[in-house]
């Protein structure tokens, strides 16, 4: 074996290797290359986080059963409200965006900076974040990707996330304190018992809605994500 078949082959080795321990992450709109594997699990982060105070207070725990997330984009709001088996749904926290990218508007494509708008889940917690901490959600959802297909669009783009940090281009980032904080909350529920409403504007303040160019489906959109806020109601005016 000749020394440059050798090298070569190194080569090869360490390449795939370190296509095995990282992946793209698009939280900045990409590619940015984050660790998948690393040193922190999310029971180390609830061992930290839990000792600082963070997550469910005491009284929480005792009715807090799911949550629903709620992100303003206009507003720059995430509203978190909890839900009880026999206690009515509440606010229990407030988190300002710490950035934003894009406009009014659902996500349409890979790379077009834009925070996606419609109803999701949350798929899994990320502890080794290159942004202190993030939480997935389903984007492209069922819906977007009929959507898509509809539309005769292709590359509807991946990978978003609620995250600390205060940069990003088509995710949601709140700060490290914050997302410390939420995904202590999201941990203890349990991911598949949250999910979330991703919306242009507050609908329970707003009697319109956007009108976006390029797609003629926003009014099922919109009118999809006014009712599953119904059940909201408008919070006071300064955050609980």
């Known amino acids: 074996m000749t020394r440059r078949l050798k090298f070569l082959l ?41 000792a600082a105070g963070l997550g469910l207070t005491e009284e929480e725990r005792g009715w807090v059963g799911s949550l629903t997330l709620v992100a303003l984009k206009s507003e720059k709001i995430l509203e978190v409200w909890g839900h009880g088996k026999d206690t009515p749904r509440k606010r229990i926290r407030v988190y300002p965006f710490t950035g934003s990218s894009g406009g009014l508007g659902p996500k349409l494509r890979e790379g077009d900076g834009q925070i996606p708008e419609g109803l999701y889940r949350v798929e899994h917690l990320n502890p080794n974040s290159s ?32 995250h600390g940090r205060s940069v990003t281009v088509g995710c949601i980032p709140i700060g490290d304190e914050a997302i410390e904080d939420l995904f202590t909350l999201v941990a203890q529920v349990g991911t598949r018992k949250v999910d979330a409403i991703l919306a242009p504007w507050d609908f329970r303040t707003h009697d319109d809605a956007p009108e976006i160019d390029g797609i003629e489906w926003e009014g099922e959109l919109y009118e999809g994500i006014r009712e599953a806020m119904r059940p909201f109601p408008h919070p006071p005016e300064t955050p609980d």
């Open 10 to 50: 190194v080569l090869l080795g360490a390449s795939l290797a370190f296509a095995g321990l990282h992946r793209v992450d698009q939280a900045l709109g990409g590619p940015v290359v984050s660790a998948v594997k690393g040193s922190r699990t999310v029971a180390s982060v609830l061992k930290q986080t839990q």
């Open 131 to 162: 942004y202190h901490l993030s939480i997935k959600i389903d984007y492209p959802n069922a819906y977007d990707r009929a959507k898509g297909r509809a539309d005769g669009r292709e590359k509807l783009g991946f990978d978003i996330f609620l």
